[in-house]
C-alpha cells in the first residue's frame, strides 16, 4: 500500500485523479493540501481526510510516499522538486513543465533522489491509439507522412448567465501559462510526437473565441526530424469530437470519437472496422507498478520532455 498525498484541487482532473486512487487497491490517500486553504479544507471535508496546512509539513511526513500535483501549472517545477527532495514519488497533471530546461532540472531533482516520476497522458494507453501505433510499425500504411488530431469541448461557451463549466481560474493567465493548448492540445500534441518523434518546428495560431485572458482554440502544425508533420487544434469553445487521423502513403487510419476504421492495399481500398483490443493501465497504475515491481512504464520522459518543447515553441509566437 502506498500512501500519498492530494497536493491541489486547482486542476479541473483533480477529482478524477482523487477518485482514481481511492479505488486502486494499492493506494492510500492519507492527506490533502491545497495552496488555497478554504479550497483545500473543503475538499478534504468532503473526503474524510486529514488537511495539512503547511506543504513543507506534508512533504516531511515520512509515512507519506508518493504525491499527487493538480496545482496551478505555473507551479509544477517547484512543487515536483520539492517533493523529489522529500523522496516523494511524484504523480503530476501535464504539462510537466513551461520550458524543456525546467524539465531537466525536474529530471534531475527526480534522479538524484532515486524516485518515481510520471505525468498523465492518458490517451498513450487508448486502445485506439495503439491500434495506430501497431498499424504504423507494422507498416500497414506504408510511409507515414502526416497526422491531424483534434480533441476539443464547450467549457468556455457561456450558457445560462454562467461564463462556462470550466472553472474560472482556467480562462486566466496567472497559474496557467496558456489556455486551451496547453491543456487540452496536450492531447494530440503527446499523440503526434510519439508517432513521429522529436518536433523541430511550431507554427500556432491562438484565437480568443469570447475574450478570455487565454487562448480559447487554437491550431498549430508541428514540424518533426524527419519531415513528417502533424495538423493539432484544439479549443474550449466547440461540441467536442474526438478525432485522430493518420496518414500514409498506402494507407489511413481514422479515429472519431470511439469509431476506428482503416483502409489500405489489404483492404483493397474499402473501409474497415478497426477491432480494437483492451487499452494498456492508467498512468496511475503504470506508475504504482513502477514504485512497487520497477516495472518500466509505457509513457516516458521524452513524451513528457517532448510534450513541453511543442507548448514553448508555440506559445513563443504570441
Not at 504525491?67 to 509544477?76: K, R
Not at 510537466?96 to 525536474?106: N, P, S, V
Not at 487510419?253 to 489489404?266: G, L, M, S
Amino acid at each position: 500500500m502506498i500512501k500519498v498525498a492530494m497536493l491541489s484541487r486547482w486542476h479541473v482532473h483533480a477529482d478524477d485523479y482523487i477518485k482514481e486512487a481511492l479505488n486502486n487497491p494499492d493506494i492510500e490517500v492519507a492527506a490533502i493540501w491545497d495552496e488555497d486553504r478554504i479550497r483545500g479544507e473543503a475538499w478534504a471535508n468532503e473526503q474524510g481526510i486529514p488537511f495539512v496546512k503547511e506543504l513543507g509539513d506534508l512533504l516531511a511526513d515520512q509515512e507519506i510516499e508518493g504525491v499527487i500535483v493538480d496545482t496551478p501549472t505555473t507551479m509544477h517545477k517547484d512543487i515536483i522538486i520539492k517533493a523529489a527532495q522529500h523522496g516523494k514519488h511524484i504523480f503530476s497533471e501535464k504539462v510537466l513543465g513551461l520550458t524543456e530546461r525546467e524539465c531537466e532540472e525536474i529530471f534531475q531533482a527526480v534522479d538524484e533522489a532515486g524516485v518515481h516520476l510520471m505525468l498523465s497522458l492518458p490517451r498513450l494507453s487508448a486502445d485506439y491509439y495503439l491500434y495506430g501505433q501497431q498499424l504504423v510499425d507494422e507498416g500497414k500504411l506504408g510511409k507515414v507522412s502526416s497526422v491531424r488530431c483534434r480533441v476539443a469541448h464547450d467549457g468556455a461557451v457561456p450558457k445560462n448567465g454562467e461564463p462556462g463549466w470550466l472553472p474560472p481560474h482556467f480562462l486566466k493567465k496567472e497559474g496557467t501559462a496558456g489556455g486551451s493548448f496547453i491543456d487540452l492540445g496536450a492531447h494530440p500534441i503527446y499523440l503526434a510526437n510519439r508517432l513521429f518523434g522529436e518536433p523541430v518546428d511550431v507554427k500556432a495560431m491562438f484565437q480568443h473565441v469570447y475574450d478570455h485572458e487565454v487562448d480559447d482554440q487554437s491550431a498549430v502544425l508541428v514540424k518533426y526530424e524527419n519531415g513528417q508533420m502533424a495538423v493539432l487544434e484544439t479549443g474550449f469553445v466547440t461540441s467536442g469530437l474526438f478525432q485522430l487521423e493518420i496518414h500514409g502513403s498506402e494507407g489511413v487510419y481514422i479515429v472519431e470519437d470511439k469509431h476506428a476504421r482503416f483502409k489500405n492495399h489489404e483492404t483493397d481500398g474499402e473501409w474497415q472496422e478497426a477491432v480494437l483490443s483492451d487499452g494498456l493501465p492508467s498512468a496511475m497504475t503504470q506508475w504504482v507498478m513502477q514504485i512497487q515491481r520497477g516495472q518500466v512504464p509505457f509513457i516516458t520522459r521524452q513524451d513528457m520532455r517532448r510534450l513541453t518543447k511543442v507548448n514553448e515553441l508555440a506559445y513563443k509566437q504570441i
